[in-house]
Protein backbone atom coordinates (compact mmCIF):
# COMPACT_ATOMS: atom_id res chain seq x y z
CA UNK A 1 0.00 0.00 0.00
CA UNK A 2 1.35 3.55 -1.21
CA UNK A 3 1.13 6.13 1.78
CA UNK A 4 2.25 9.38 1.27
CA UNK A 5 3.03 11.41 4.78
CA UNK A 6 3.57 15.55 4.72
CA UNK A 7 5.04 17.26 7.57
CA UNK A 8 6.73 20.21 8.70
CA UNK A 9 3.65 22.47 7.85
CA UNK A 10 2.77 24.96 10.83
CA UNK A 11 1.85 28.82 11.47
CA UNK A 12 4.78 31.39 10.34
CA UNK A 13 4.83 35.31 9.84
CA UNK A 14 5.06 36.93 6.20
CA UNK A 15 8.41 37.19 4.99
CA UNK A 16 9.59 33.98 6.69
CA UNK A 17 10.50 30.13 5.30
CA UNK A 18 9.22 27.17 6.13
CA UNK A 19 10.06 23.36 4.99
CA UNK A 20 7.89 20.59 4.38
CA UNK A 21 8.47 17.29 3.77
CA UNK A 22 7.03 14.08 1.92
CA UNK A 23 7.99 10.51 2.94
CA UNK A 24 6.63 7.86 0.91
CA UNK A 25 6.51 4.16 1.76
CA UNK A 26 5.14 1.14 0.32
CA UNK A 27 7.03 2.36 -3.00
CA UNK A 28 10.42 3.29 -4.66
CA UNK A 29 10.02 6.69 -5.77
CA UNK A 30 13.06 6.49 -7.34
CA UNK A 31 11.25 6.42 -10.99
CA UNK A 32 8.73 9.13 -10.43
CA UNK A 33 8.06 12.53 -10.89
CA UNK A 34 6.80 13.98 -7.58
CA UNK A 35 5.36 17.21 -6.72
CA UNK A 36 3.31 19.45 -4.53
CA UNK A 37 -0.10 21.18 -5.25
CA UNK A 38 -2.24 23.24 -2.80
CA UNK A 39 -5.65 24.12 -2.09
CA UNK A 40 -6.59 27.37 0.22
CA UNK A 41 -9.99 27.53 1.72
CA UNK A 42 -13.11 27.92 -0.86
CA UNK A 43 -10.48 27.71 -3.98
CA UNK A 44 -9.64 24.73 -6.34
CA UNK A 45 -6.49 22.83 -6.06
CA UNK A 46 -3.57 24.41 -7.61
CA UNK A 47 -0.16 23.33 -8.80
CA UNK A 48 2.63 24.40 -6.54
CA UNK A 49 5.71 22.48 -7.65
CA UNK A 50 7.39 19.23 -9.31
CA UNK A 51 10.60 17.20 -9.90
CA UNK A 52 11.48 15.14 -12.29
CA UNK A 53 12.07 11.39 -10.87
CA UNK A 54 15.86 12.05 -11.49
CA UNK A 55 15.85 15.50 -9.99
CA UNK A 56 17.14 16.84 -13.42
CA UNK A 57 14.07 19.18 -13.91
CA UNK A 58 12.29 21.21 -11.82
CA UNK A 59 8.62 23.07 -12.51
CA UNK A 60 6.99 25.87 -10.30
CA UNK A 61 3.49 27.56 -10.57
CA UNK A 62 4.06 31.52 -11.29
CA UNK A 63 3.03 32.46 -7.91
CA UNK A 64 5.95 30.78 -6.06
CA UNK A 65 8.70 31.15 -8.62
CA UNK A 66 11.75 32.42 -6.90
CA UNK A 67 10.52 31.56 -3.46
CA UNK A 68 10.12 28.20 -3.64
CA UNK A 69 12.51 25.18 -3.96
CA UNK A 70 11.39 21.93 -4.49
CA UNK A 71 14.19 19.15 -4.00
CA UNK A 72 13.91 15.30 -3.49
CA UNK A 73 15.94 12.14 -1.57
CA UNK A 74 15.40 9.07 -3.28
CA UNK A 75 17.51 7.28 -1.00
CA UNK A 76 14.99 8.73 1.81
CA UNK A 77 11.91 8.28 -0.83
CA UNK A 78 11.18 12.22 0.75
CA UNK A 79 10.43 15.06 -1.71
CA UNK A 80 10.95 18.71 -0.01
CA UNK A 81 9.47 22.20 -0.41
CA UNK A 82 11.33 25.10 1.07
CA UNK A 83 9.62 28.16 0.84
CA UNK A 84 10.87 31.72 1.45
CA UNK A 85 9.55 34.89 1.61
CA UNK A 86 6.47 33.61 2.65
CA UNK A 87 3.18 35.73 2.20
CA UNK A 88 -0.44 35.49 3.18
CA UNK A 89 -1.85 34.39 0.31
CA UNK A 90 0.45 30.96 0.34
CA UNK A 91 -1.76 30.41 2.84
CA UNK A 92 -3.42 26.93 2.63
CA UNK A 93 -3.45 22.86 2.65
CA UNK A 94 -0.38 21.62 0.69
CA UNK A 95 -0.49 17.96 -0.25
CA UNK A 96 2.18 15.62 -1.35
CA UNK A 97 1.78 13.62 -4.83
CA UNK A 98 3.58 10.92 -6.79
CA UNK A 99 3.17 10.14 -10.38
CA UNK A 100 3.83 14.02 -11.32
CA UNK A 101 4.12 14.75 -14.96
CA UNK A 102 4.97 18.58 -15.67
CA UNK A 103 2.40 20.03 -13.82
CA UNK A 104 -0.10 17.38 -14.08
CA UNK A 105 -0.80 15.34 -10.70
CA UNK A 106 -0.10 11.63 -10.57
CA UNK A 107 -2.51 9.08 -8.82
CA UNK A 108 -1.48 9.19 -5.33
CA UNK A 109 -1.88 12.02 -2.65
CA UNK A 110 -0.62 12.51 1.15
CA UNK A 111 -3.35 13.97 3.72
CA UNK A 112 -1.90 17.69 3.57
CA UNK A 113 -0.56 20.00 5.87
CA UNK A 114 -1.76 22.96 6.82
CA UNK A 115 0.63 25.87 5.96
CA UNK A 116 -0.61 29.71 7.57
CA UNK A 117 1.24 32.36 6.94
CA UNK A 118 0.01 35.37 9.15
CA UNK A 119 0.63 39.54 7.81
Known amino acids: QVQLVESGGGLVQAGGSLRIACAVSGRTVSSSGMGWFRQATGKEREFVAA????????YYGDSVKGRFTISRDNAKNTVYLQMNSLKPEDTAVYYCNLGTLGRVAGHYWGQGTQVTVSS
Open 51 to 58: ITWSGGST
